[in-house]
Nanobody, 121 residues
Framework: QVRLVESGGGLVQAGGSLRLSCAASGSIFAINAMGWYRQAPGKQRELVAIIPSGGSTNYADSVKGRFTISRDNAKNMVSLQMNSLKPEDTAVYYC???????????????WGQGTQVTVSS
């Protein structure tokens, strides 16, 4: 079993910054893609940013130039630095991590519990 623990959400004024982190632990052989999604009230969950184990990152157009995703493979962590926040960034943010599990080496994606980000105008 794999557990994801998120931290770093909160309330910030427009133009401010927040940093989200997500740590994975458990029966992990390898971590593949790591990403952040968000879901605003009344809307579908959407991809914010994703970082594969190799290769380039990918961002939603709405956050390009403002958000930066990074990963620390030694700590099984993924972070999202959010700058120049806007009220429309208000949502619950979820990390999503694709893991190759031990001992059967199966692949599965796991979700974090979600962390609220609220940007006031």
């Amino acid at each position: 079993q794999v557990r994801l623990v998120e931290s770093g959400g909160g309330l910030v004024q427009a133009g401010g910054s927040l940093r989200l982190s997500c740590a994975a632990s458990g029966s992990i052989f390898a971590i593949n893609a790591m990403g952040w999604y968000r879901q605003a009230p009344g809307k579908q969950r959407e991809l914010v940013a994703i970082i594969p184990s190799g290769g380039s990152t990918n961002y939603a157009d709405s956050v390009k130039g403002r958000f930066t995703i990074s990963r620390d493979n030694a700590k099984n962590m993924v972070s999202l630095q959010m700058n120049s926040l806007k009220p429309e960034d208000t949502a619950v943010y979820y990390c999503n991590v694709e893991v190759t599990n031990m001992p059967l080496l199966t692949r599965r994606a796991y979700w974090g519990q979600g962390t609220q980000v609220t940007v006031s105008s």
